[in-house]
């Protein structure tokens, strides 16, 4: 009897010793269970769980509810299609068989939308795995909308930087190579002036002193055209709706003594809507293209200007067109360029059109040269900012 109550006494301390094991285990996988949860419940990506054979989705964290604006409800049981946000994007039935033979997806910089509508940019990533003997698919989805925002918004400053480098390369180039040429006429003048003045030849100085005189105007003008480039889109204050009609005719009016002399006639619309700009700067801007209509002009027939608009493409669209000598359409972009002379080496500064396109671009418009036969002249093309008040003036003209 002694020995059979130790053979009961050794099967009970076994049992009990597995049975311990057991809860051990049992209560070691439910404290992963739930640590899994506090990790699924509280990460800061969305996250949502498939069945690898259906693509159904079995659960999802309070995170992507929030991300994407569906409920719980609303995701639960769908197939990863069907969820408006992943309808025509690479997240689709081809991506699901791609991620069911690999066991692993990953989308870098995906666009996707709320329910609302709203665009983002997300980082998605797929996996699979094994739960109780069966496949599963866990999805990642992080915000990374404002990182893309930051890497664009940093190469957008890199190309503009870029584009500084390269203006201010050409524009240090440009002034060496125009100021060449007046100061060694200068240099040449004043030695020959001080030849004449050695040798008492009077008539000879004043003709050196005019063309002196002449090379120093050409500097100047040099210079001040400079200025006026380094400071356009610079000084661009105080913008307000104003009246591009009245802009037009006060710079008429300037020129109108010169359109008499040289016997051409301007033409403008009845109306044009008014815009919001600083009105200096595009008092320059119509001054310089009135200028480059006089100063290119076919001298063999009579000037005529015109200056209007058109609607296009839901735009305004302003011109000044002038029967002078047209631009060829290889040159219809290189008319802008700093220092750029199409017409000839020795006229002009080559920085009105220059200054010009940079007035417009920084008003957030643009210029070009509108593409015609080179006989017909020329018609320069730009637009503005239009009156954003319900007190606009009507488009006629």
């Known amino acids: ?134 496949r599963v698919i866990q999805c990642n989805i992080r915000d990374i909308t404002r990182r893309v925002q930051a890497e664009q918004a940093r190469e957008r400053l890199r190309q503009q930087l870029q584009a500084k480098i390269n203006e201010l390369e050409t524009f240090s180039y440009g002034i060496a190579h125009s100021l060449r040429s007046p100061l060694v006429s200068i240099e040449g003048f004043s030695r020959l002036l001080r030849e004449d003045v050695q040798n008492q030849k009077v008539e000879n100085a004043q003709e050196d002193i005019r063309l002196l005189e002449s090379g120093v105007s050409k500097v100047q003008n040099f210079v001040k055209s400079t200025l006026e480039y380094s400071r356009a889109g610079h000084l661009i204050k105080r913008t307000k709706n104003v009246s591009f009609g009245e802009i037009v005719k006060e710079v008429i ?72 000598t047209g631009i060829d359409a290889s040159e219809a972009e290189k008319v802008f360029d700093l220092f750029y002379r199409g017409m000839s080496e020795g006229e002009g500064s080559g920085i009105g059109l220059a200054v010009v396109k940079k007035i417009i671009e920084a008003h957030g418009g643009r210029i070009w040269v509108q593409q015609g036969q080179p006989e017909k002249g020329t018609t320069m093309c730009f637009t503005l900012p239009e009156q954003s008040s319900t007190n606009k003036e009507h488009h006629s003209g």
Do not use: C
Not at 45 to 73: C, H, K, M, W
Not at 103 to 119: C, D, F, H, I, T
Not at 258 to 273: H, L
């Open 253 to 324: 009016t300037e020129f109108n003594e010169q359109i008499i002399t040289i016997r051409a006639t301007v033409s403008t619309a009845r109306k044009f809507p008014r815009v919001k700009v600083d009105r200096g700067m595009i008092i320059q801007v119509i001054d310089n293209l009135l200028q480059n209509s006089i100063k290119y002009r076919d001298k063999t027939v009579p000037l005529k200007i015109e200056i209007g608009y058109r609607l296009s493409g839901g735009e305004t669209i302003f011109f000044v067109r002038y029967n002078g």
């Open 1 to 134: 009897m002694v020995i059979l109550h130790n053979k009961v006494s050794k099967g009970s301390a076994r049992e009990k010793a597995t049975m311990s094991v057991g809860n051990t285990r049992k209560q070691l996988i439910q404290e992963s269970e739930v640590k899994y949860r506090r990790l699924f419940e509280a990460a800061q990506d969305g996250i949502f769980i498939l069945d690898a054979d259906t693509g159904q989705i079995t659960d999802v964290n309070p995170f992507l509810t929030d991300l994407l604006g569906y409920s719980r409800e609303e995701l639960l049981g769908k197939e990863l299609w069907q969820i408006g946000p992943f309808k025509d994007i690479e997240a689709s039935r081809e991506a699901f068989q791609e991620l069911q033979s690999r066991g692993y997806v990953r989308y870098e910089n995906l666009p996707l939308e709320n329910k609302s509508g709203q665009r983002m940019s997300v980082e998605f990533v797929s996996n699979v795995y094994m739960v109780n003997s069966q």
